[in-house]
């Protein structure tokens, strides 16, 4: 038993090892053959790997593309592919590519491949079809996409930036480094580049460079106009991705945005603001520059930039003539240009009417580039100077450029305003208007109050011209003091709106050259209520005028029009505003009394010897304007006392004051002669507060005066006082012009202040052809208004130190003086003195004084400097001008002989080479006259009447900003003449 139970355990240990081993034996044959087997598998089924690969790297492809439509669309819903699906699309296109070489070796040797080679691509294929197919399984995403913040700064597309750009970009660059500049308001009149400013400012910042100004944030917002501060709220709240909640309280979303900026550096960029918005109540921490909460707004308007208190104003102002012509070259394009020589001098005439103005360039050029003919650049230059832009063909649509324009004139502050700016279309183009003469108009128009006295009526003008100023709808004159100008396409546009909302009813046609009225232009009038015919050279006036509405007629400055048909003004019943000034007509109609509704009646410079009777007719006059009438020889007795509502009566600079021979009497043509305007008649106007303006020739009449209850004097004036060594001027409140000529034995001349007036209007003072004159005496805080000091043909005084006394001196004009050595002396003067002395000094004119060989004797700072004009003074070699002088940008125009600017001597080549650029040959040198003539070279012909002024200051003479003192020969003085018999200084 024993060794039969041995040999089964031996059996079965012999078993289990068999068994164990054929598991080994089978275990290795499965993993040696299976593989052997695909392997060999490979070598029999390559067509099929291969084709099965391209299958699935179709649908793989056909899923990216699915992928990349999905980013697409999440792209314009500004969100961003996720990182998970960028590393597989990533993955894809490299898969991609390996398939496609795999693809490619199958089908090069496809034919030929050795067994190696068909197990390689086989093996290849079926490794990257798992790899594939992995892939289509991962690219099923849910989310493609994710939510970004918004950027630091989001690029803003921008036409072409002209040179002006680029200037006042760096300026407010500058502003944005300096910690003391918390906000800055651009602002400038519409279509003139504000918005383009503002974007480049913007993508300035690109690329990382708003870290250099220590910025996180750029953000550029529209405000537009009527919007709220609530949708400006919003508007940046979702600039900034913020989440408001639906209707909450403009206060809780207001610190929703509120904390997330102030922990922010930020530049917010503020466009097309319309009005004062409160930066609390949209939640915008209060700008501060060195906390680096930075605000630049863009604005029409000046005020605006006053109210929400912008640290620094820049002034966008329109392109000059060279950058201008570039920009209208562009848009037009250099093949339509210099195709003819005569289209490019068309073009150059079409783009200065433009005025500069980028808005009105860029939409005219546009019509103009396919005008290949010289003949539509003809028509499209006669629309633009008639003001009938729509008759240009491509520009029917004035939506482009008057329609824009017309919101400024829509947000003017009320219809008085408004009407006020329409107005200054009356004047031809391009004509700077005197400040004092457009309120006259306003006044005559019944559009400025009667309520208070004629200096605050004044006042109210002055305002309005400061406020349309500000809302870019007027800009300076050619002296900015003195004078307002229409920008050439504004004046389209109030052309537009005046003659366009009132059709027929506004005819203007002042400069338009007119030589004669023709009966079918005079039949087209007969709706008018306005009617401009200033400018022109109208000889001869119809015997009726079939206007039975016309209440405004001006025929100023018609120069060869010398008689007023009797017969004309009873067809004009309805007149109230009659403007017969400049016009040398000898007589005016006794029917003149006919016009029961007249309320302003202008005469000056005419030729009118004798005031009719009818006048005093005009029960409603209330401004009657008789200055510098030369040959007015007799006003009526009854004449002024008629004109019981005569609320201004300028009598200023008339000879006829001059003829004075009896204390009780102003003017008289005889000795003895009685019936003669008196003093006495002023007090019978009912006005409670008359303006006067007169010249006299006898001192008691000017106490007097003062005793007329209710009268101001506005403008005063001395002329040829017999006997009188020392004048003593006390100066009343009222008072803004003395003018003291001709007094050929006044040795002194004494200015006070009235008791009781604290404050001063005096403005103008000339002293002219005052030979003894040796002392000038200035009460110390009476002068500090003065602007204008022009004095002249004196050959005592040495100098002029007393200007320093004046503060606010613009302009001074000193001319024929030939005692004068030094025009003022420094010596004694303070430093803190010195730098204010000349401080606010625009225009200096220096005219046939032999032997002065300083203007002062230490070099100054003349920072407001614009004009220089120096004649016939040959001892005069150096100029007292710092660098500064030349740096301060406002340098304009320095005029003299060619051989005084050769002489001179200076310190250094660089001051000469800075003012180099500004000097302009004399082209002649008149005689210097009594001030009020023209600041411009005598014209040879007629046709110069009304072209452009630029102030040319070659004498002491000024007169209507537009006119052009030149007279034809045929029956008009000559120009020497007529200097010589005008009189002083106009207002």
């Not at 005046?498 to 087209?524: C, F, H, M, R, Y």
């Not at 048909?565 to 003149?592: N, V």
Request: net charge negative.
């Amino acid at each position: 038993m024993g060794k039969a139970q041995k040999g089964d355990c031996s059996l079965d240990r012999s078993m289990a090892v068999l068994a164990f081993l054929d598991s080994i034996v089978c275990v290795l044959v499965s993993r040696l053959w299976s593989p052997l087997i695909a392997h060999l598998g490979y070598l029999t089924q390559t067509d099929e790997n291969v084709t099965n690969l391209s299958i699935a790297i179709e649908r793989l492809d056909a899923r990216r593309s699915d992928v990349n439509v999905r980013l697409e669309i999440s792209e314009r819903k500004q969100e961003a592919c996720n990182h998970e699906v960028r590393e597989w699309l990533q993955s894809v296109d490299r898969v991609a590519h390996e398939v496609e070489e795999i693809k490619n070796n199958y089908k090069k040797g496809r034919c030929f491949l050795s067994c190696w080679s068909k197990y390689k691509i086989s093996s290849g294929a079926a490794k990257k079809l798992k790899e594939v197919e992995d892939m289509h399984k991962r690219g099923a995403f849910t989310d493609v996409s994710v939510k970004l913040p918004p950027s630091s700064v989001q690029e803003k597309p921008t036409a072409t930036s002209a040179g002006g750009v680029q200037y006042n970009l760096k300026k407010v660059l500058s502003y944005l480094k300096d910690d003391g500049v918390g906000m800055v308001g651009i602002w400038g009149m519409g279509g003139v580049g504000k918005t383009t400013l503002l974007k480049e400012i913007n993508n300035y910042f690109l690329c990382g460079i708003q870290e250099n100004y220590g910025f996180d944030l750029v953000l550029y917002v529209v405000a537009s106009r009527g919007c709220q501060p609530e949708q400006l709220q919003a508007d940046i709240a979702e600039r900034l991705g913020l989440f408001l909640k639906p209707g909450s309280s403009i206060e809780s979303r207001a610190s929703v945005v509120f904390n997330f900026l102030k922990k922010k550096r930020f530049l917010l960029l503020l466009d097309d603001l319309w009005e004062f918005v409160d930066l609390t109540d949209i939640g915008i921490p209060h700008p501060d520059g060195q906390r680096k909460h930075k605000l630049v707004l863009a604005t029409r308007f000046e005020n605006v930039c006053g109210y929400m208190e912008a640290h620094k104003r820049i002034k966008v102002d329109t392109l000059g003539p060279e950058e201008a012509w570039q920009l209208f070259v562009e848009k037009v394009s250099e093949d339509i240009i210099s195709s003819d020589s005569v289209i490019e001098e068309l073009a150059k005439e079409v783009a200065k009417e433009c005025g500069g103005l980028p808005l009105a360039l860029i939409t005219v050029g546009r019509a103009m580039s396919t005008k290949r003919t010289y003949q539509e650049w003809q028509h499209a230059l006669a629309s633009l100077k008639k003001s009938r832009v729509h008759e240009i063909s491509g520009m029917s649509d004035l939506s482009s450029v008057h329609t824009r324009l017309k919101l400024s004139y829509e947000s003017l502050q009320d219809d008085r305003i408004k009407s006020c700016f329409l107005c200054c279309s009356l004047w031809p183009e391009g004509y700077s208007i005197v400040k004092f003469e457009l309120i006259q108009c306003w006044m005559g128009l019944g559009l400025l109050e009667n309520s208070g006295t004629p200096d605050e009526t004044y006042d109210k003008g002055y305002f309005i011209i400061e406020s349309l100023k500000k809302a870019c709808m007027l800009e300076p004159g050619d002296i900015e003091y003195e004078e307002v100008r229409l920008h050439d396409i504004i004046r389209d546009m109030a052309l537009w709106i005046a003659t366009g909302s009132e059709e027929g009813k506004w005819i203007l046609q002042a400069g338009s050259g007119l030589k004669k009225l023709l009966k079918e232009d005079i039949e087209k009038w007969k709706e008018a209520e306005k009617l401009s015919l200033m400018c022109n050279y109208i000889k001869e006036l119809p015997h009726t005028l079939d206007c039975p509405n016309l209440v405004f007629l001006s025929l100023q400055q018609n120069f060869q029009l010398k008689t007023i048909p009797p017969s004309l003004f009873p067809s004009l019943a309805a007149l109230t505003f009659l403007d017969l000034s400049w016009d040398p007509i000898k007589e005016l109609p006794r029917e003149i009394g006919l016009l029961v509704q007249l309320r302003y009646l202008n005469l000056n410079r005419t030729d009118i010897k004798t005031l009719p009777e009818e006048v005093g007719h005009l029960k409603k006059l209330e401004y009657l304007h008789i200055c510098y009438m030369d040959n007015l020889n007799r006003i009526p007795s009854g004449v002024i006392s008629g004109l019981s509502r005569l609320r201004i009566l300028n009598l200023y600079g008339n000879k006829y004051a001059g003829h004075e021979v009896d204390e009780n009497i102003i003017g008289s043509s005889n000795p003895g002669e009685e019936n003669e305007f008196t003093v006495e008649e002023l007090a019978c106007l009912t006005a409670e507060s008359k303006a006067l303006g007169i010249s006299l020739k006898n001192i008691s009449t000017l106490q007097r005066l003062y005793r007329v209850p209710g009268l101001q004097m506005r403008l005063l004036g001395f002329y040829k006082l017999e006997g009188e060594i020392s004048l003593n001027i006390h100066i009343p409140q009222s008072l803004v012009a003395v003018n003291i000529r001709e007094c050929l034995s006044l040795e002194q001349i004494l200015f006070q202040r009235q008791v009781g007036n604290s404050y001063l209007r005096l403005e103008f003072i000339t002293l002219w052809d005052l030979p003894k004159l040796e002392k000038i005496i200035l009460e110390e805080p009476l002068l500090r208004s003065v602007r204008v000091l022009t004095f002249g043909r004196n050959d005592k005084l040495n100098d002029l130190t007393l200007v320093l006394k004046l503060p606010c001196l613009e302009h001074l004009d000193l001319s024929f003086c030939n005692n004068i050595k030094q025009v003022v002396d420094t010596k004694e003067l303070r430093e803190d003195q010195l730098i204010y002395a000349f401080h606010r000094l625009k225009i200096l004119q220096l005219n046939h004084l032999p032997n002065l060989d300083s203007i002062c004797d230490t070099a100054l700072v003349f920072p407001s400097l614009e004009y220089i004009d120096v004649s016939v003074c040959p001892s005069l070699k150096k100029l007292p001008f710092r660098a500064e002088t030349t740096n301060s940008g406002k340098l304009k125009q320095i005029r003299g002989e060619k051989r005084w600017w050769d002489g001179l001597e200076w310190e250094n080549g660089s001051m000469l080479s800075s003012l180099l650029p500004f000097f302009r040959m004399s082209e002649s040198n008149l005689l210097a006259s009594r001030p009020d003539l023209a600041n411009t070279p005598t014209m040879s012909s007629p046709n110069a009447f009304f072209t452009k002024r630029k102030p040319m200051l070659h004498s002491s003479s000024r007169f209507s900003s537009h006119l052009q003192s030149i007279f034809e020969a045929e029956g008009h003085a000559s120009l020497e003449d007529s200097m010589l018999k005008s009189n002083n200084f106009n207002e």
